[in-house]
């Protein structure tokens, strides 16, 4: 897989990307952990959802739809996030065969390393 280019939509291949981060490397800042996270969707890892997520509002198991096909993901917009701070937030769209998703979510650094706290859906 390593000449494919990552799910999460950058021109890496996954294992330079995102697969260093499903294989324990930190993400440095909140929208890397995202992106990581959406491809981490595509491709069933649920237990690196629920290891990147905050331990405050994991939930204690996560069942992933086999069924859907992630086809895209689009940054829309980033606040904070950086090495230089200890939250931010990342707003994406990502799509599915049938729809798409708008989330604006939290990010918080525990222990150094970023994890998703929660979402907000606009327009809801």
């Known amino acids: 897989m390593t000449s494919r280019s ?36 595509v ?35 980033t606040g904070d996030g950086s090495a230089f701070h200890s939250t931010g937030t990342v707003t994406f769209r990502a799509s599915y065969r049938g729809g798409s998703l708008l989330e604006r979510s939290r990010f918080e650094r525990v222990d150094g390393a970023w994890v998703y706290v929660d979402g907000e859906f606009p327009g809801e």
């Open 43 to 77: 491709r069933g890892d649920a237990g690196y959802l629920l290891r990147t997520w905050h331990p405050r509002t994991r939930p204690a198991r996560l069942e992933l739809d086999p069924g859907t096909r992630w086809t895209g993901l689009e940054v829309l917009g």
């Open 6 to 41: 990552c799910p999460c939509g950058l021109s890496e291949p996954y294992d330079k990307c995102c697969g260093r981060f499903h294989s324990g490397a930190a993400a440095p800042t909140a929208e890397a952990l995202m992106r990581s996270r959406y491809s981490a969707f």
